[in-house]
């Protein structure tokens, strides 16, 4: 059965920065695409980043030069750092693990929250 743990959520003031992570258990297929997303309060849950198991990395506008997702297949494990953090970007993150970069995820984590303060 496979698993999808996150991690590293918390409270931190607009400026700040968090990395989260997401460690995978069970057999997941290979290759693979992890992706982070995020759902706030009263909004519908968004896409943040994907990453390829090659590496290829996708990133939503909101976002870009401000987020970087990795991995480290080794450990089986994905990150996501969140530099300069905004009170935007106050949500529930969730990881997930698809086949490929569209489509609906075969796997999803329980989710960890990101709240920054103003």
């Known amino acids: 059965q496979v698993q999808l743990v996150e991690s590293g959520g918390g409270l931190v003031q607009a400026g700040g920065s968090l990395r989260l992570s997401c460690a995978a258990s069970?057999?997941?297929?290979?290759?693979?695409?992890m992706r982070w997303y995020r759902q706030a309060p009263g909004k519908q849950r968004e896409l943040v980043a994907s990453?390829?198991?090659?590496?290829?990395?996708n990133y939503a506008d909101s976002v870009k030069s401000r987020f970087t997702i990795s991995r480290d297949n080794a450990k089986n494990t994905v990150y996501l750092q969140m530099n300069n953090l905004k009170f935007e970007d106050t949500a529930v993150y969730y990881c997930?693990?698809?086949?490929?970069?569209?489509?609906?995820?075969?796997?999803w984590g329980q989710g960890t929250q990101v709240t920054v303060s103003s």
């Open positions: 997930a693990a698809a086949r490929y970069f569209t489509g609906v995820p075969d796997y």
């Open positions: 069970g057999r997941i297929f290979s290759p693979n695409v």
């Open positions: 990453i390829s198991s090659g590496g290829t990395s």
